[in-house]
């Protein structure tokens, strides 16, 4: 069976889930073109082997340019009379008196007919799309030019913030069915969806594969070495990094050795290096920067304890990737998370933007082996019952089967 993907950037690091799954799905048979909007996030060089291998075989919408997009439009006016009038008015009516919004309506309406040419060349009648923002939006004038199938992964929770700019309810209205990745996702549609679209919801989790991140060894801590605490994502303000940084310096003043080690690029590096030098942590901060998939479980590997403070959030992968590790995991009690884990149970949570509890919380993982053990144990037990990877793509794939002509 034959699916088409359509990303806003692919590969990527923040969105490693999407290229796991396309590979898992052809695993299973599927053949599975991807178009993203935007380029690749990183140089040749810097990308893996399959993000490589990926990125030679994606279309890649803004590449083609002026000439690709008006050749779209007299292709789509030709084969789609109808749906490209209707797309006209979509744009027209979403971008209404305002000049920006109408440019960036017309923008996607464009974009859609360049994908809608792609897909056409392939051969593919279903499109489906991860996250509920632009990609998405892009893939209903998809729908509405051609009548393909289209479907949507939901994570959230930044859609949820802002349901009308992102069009959400237009989007489980048009869309064939929407994956959520947790029950808040799905709880949060059906908030906003008339009972009658209730049906189409359908939670389908995310994973990783925990053959690929197995769990390390429990590593031999030498007596007076640094307590290393990791941290994985985005640096953006919804991580809560800031927020971190306060608690390595607290359990410093407590007198603890402790090291963070802080993976990830993004608008709050320069904030986050003034916050340690203000702080006077430079010395137990260590930022590391955007780092690959083939480079990650080195760094995993080293961690005493994972943390995760956010204050907006889906499920992370990290945090599953973390725990597949056999890796004590410290993050907040916030949106789907505690469908991932259950407090004292497989990790634990703490309320966002406590700091106090964050430091007790990340405290007792310094000054708890036993607790440290017995959380990362039961943590990659967690995954390994509800958040394998190959098995949720089958499932998804099950899906799929059922709902894709």
């Not at 490209?84 to 000049?99: K, V």
């Not at 309406?109 to 499109?127: D, Q």
Request: charged letters at 20%; hydrophobic letters at 45%.
């Amino acid at each position: 069976m034959k699916i088409a993907y359509l990303s806003s950037q692919y590969p990527c690091l923040s969105m490693t889930f999407v290229l796991r799954e396309v590979l898992h799905l052809r695993g299973l048979g599927w053949q599975v073109g991807v178009a993203s909007i935007n380029g690749v996030d990183r140089p040749p060089e810097r990308l893996t082997e399959d993000e490589r291998r990926e990125a030679a075989a994606t279309y890649y919408v803004k590449q083609h340019g002026v000439p690709g997009a008006l050749r779209a439009h007299l292709q789509a006016a030709f084969k789609h009379p109808a749906g490209y009038l209707a797309g006209w008015r979509q744009a027209l009516r979403l971008g209404g008196f305002s000049p920006r919004g109408l440019l960036m309506h017309l923008a996607y309406f464009t974009e859609a007919l360049m994908v809608t040419t792609w897909m056409a060349r392939g051969g593919y009648r279903h499109l489906h799309v991860h996250l509920g923002q632009q990609a998405s939006t892009v893939g209903l004038y998809v729908k509405w030019v051609t009548g393909c199938g289209l479907s949507i992964t939901i994570h959230g929770p930044i859609e949820f913030y802002n349901v009308e700019q992102h069009l959400l309810r237009q989007k489980v209205a048009d869309a064939d069915f929407i994956v959520c990745i947790s029950h808040f996702a799905r709880s949060q549609l059906m908030m906003l969806s008339p009972h009658a679209h209730w049906a189409k919801l359908l939670v389908c989790r995310l994973g990783v594969d925990p053959a690929r991140f197995a769990a390390r060894p429990v590593p031999v801590r030498v007596s007076g070495a640094p307590f290393q605490i990791l941290c994985v994502g985005r640096l953006t303000p919804e991580k809560g990094q800031h927020l971190l940084l306060e608690a390595v310096a607290r359990l410093k003043g407590l007198g603890l050795a402790v090291h963070l080690r802080l993976v990830g690029a993004g608008a709050d590096d320069a904030t986050l290096k003034a916050l340690a030098a203000r702080l006077d942590i430079v010395d137990a901060v260590a930022f590391l920067g955007g780092v690959n998939q083939d480079a990650i479980r080195a760094i995993y590997a080293q961690a005493d304890c994972f943390c995760l403070p956010s204050f907006a959030e889906g499920i992370p992968v990290v945090l599953m990737e973390a725990m597949a590790m056999q890796i004590p995991c410290v993050t907040t009690h916030i949106t789907g998370v505690p469908e991932l884990i259950e407090h004292g149970e497989h990790g634990l949570l703490v309320p966002p933007a406590d700091l106090d509890a964050l430091v007790q919380a990340l405290r007792s993982l310094v000054e708890q082996p036993q607790l440290c053990d017995r959380l990362a144990r039961a943590g990659r037990a967690r995954v390994l019952a509800d958040y394998d990877l190959p098995r949720n793509v089958s499932v998804f794939a099950k899906l799929l089967g059922e709902r894709v002509a």
